[in-house]
């Protein structure tokens, strides 16, 4: 953008990978230099399509990425429920040990 504001990340991928197909095809193009040249409109057709399905494929793994975070969250929130289950059990038990050793009759010491 050339009045000074800062260019988005997803433009200047789109124009960096615009750049380097022109160049690619260009070569290519002069390689050939025969009728069976890209013509210029194919050539901007085919770069469209190019950064079109990279910025599908971007937002499916951004999609994914959400999905992954949110599961690993869900996972991770199953883990802390369990784990203050088995806590409780844990005191449960100790105060019940706890109980019946306060029970029993101490031991007469002998002389």
């Known amino acids: 953008m050339a009045d000074g504001t800062p260019t988005p990340p997803e433009v200047r991928v789109t124009e960096a990978l615009r750049t380097a197909i022109e160049r690619t095809l260009s070569l290519a193009g002069q390689a050939r230099a025969s009728s069976a040249a890209l013509t210029s409109e194919r050539a ?11 910025r599908d494929a971007r937002e499916e793994l951004a999609r994914r990425g959400q999905e992954a ?22 005191e449960r038990r100790l105060a019940n040990l706890e109980g019946s050793l306060r029970s029993k009759p101490k031991p007469k010491a002998e002389d």
Do not use: H, M
Request: glycine letters at 12%.
């Open 69 to 90: 975070g949110a599961e690993l969250a869900r996972r991770g929130q199953g883990a802390a429920e369990e784990i203050a289950e088995r806590v409780e059990a844990l």
């Open 44 to 54: 901007t057709r085919l770069l469209d399509e190019v950064a079109k399905r990279g």
